[in-house]
């Protein structure tokens, strides 16, 4: 039920914490200063996922037409943003843009969802609890990140994450 949540959580926790390392060993140094962008795109991706299921539900019901007005403004908004931040910021401002609009975009299908579903926030458990789990996972990697090596600082990170998706039983 939440595997694509569970799954996008290592890499917002990847590119939290080692998206200068991925992007130096990927494409090479002189494209380290890029890190910042794929950190910011990390956490898109996360309410990407968090779209998927809403999409779905969404996307096959009778009341698609109430939702069209939304994906509109969406992706007005996307463009508005894009039209702002990218001559000041570059890529990163494009980065910012696309972290807004998918948290919005969740932000929207949630509140369609309730409406056309009946969902509660109390259906909303298992998010939570992942969210929650991810809140501990960054925590704690940012206590110890400043004292271990990196091959050790991956290998925590896996095994805290995995540690506390088996406390919580997701």
């Known amino acids: 039920r939440f595997i694509m ?4 959580f290592p890499v917002i926790i990847a590119t939290t914490f080692f998206s200068k390392e991925l ?12 890190a910042p962008a794929l950190t ?8 990407f996922a968090l779209n998927i299921p809403a999409n779905s539900i969404l996307g096959s019901s009778k009341e698609l037409k109430k939702f069209l007005p939304l994906l509109l403004a969406i992706l007005l908004l996307n463009i508005f943003l894009n039209y702002l931040l990218i001559p000041k910021y570059s890529y990163i401002g494009a980065a910012i843009a696309t972290c807004v609009v998918m948290f919005l975009g969740f932000i929207g299908r949630f509140y369609f969802l309730r409406k056309i579903i009946q969902l509660r926030i109390s259906e909303l458990r298992g998010y ?4 929650f789990i991810l809140g501990i996972t960054i925590g704690s990697i940012s206590l ?8 050790i600082l991956i290998i925590s990170t896996i095994v805290i994450y995995i540690f506390w998706l088996y406390i919580f039983k997701v």
């Open 23 to 34: 992007i130096t060993l990927i494409f090479g140094l002189e494209y380290a200063m890029s």
């Open 144 to 151: 110890i990140r400043s004292y271990v090596l990196l091959p």
């Open 5 to 8: 949540i569970a799954i996008s």
């Open 40 to 47: 910011i795109l990390g956490w898109s991706y996360a309410f």
């Open 128 to 131: 939570l609890t992942l969210f």
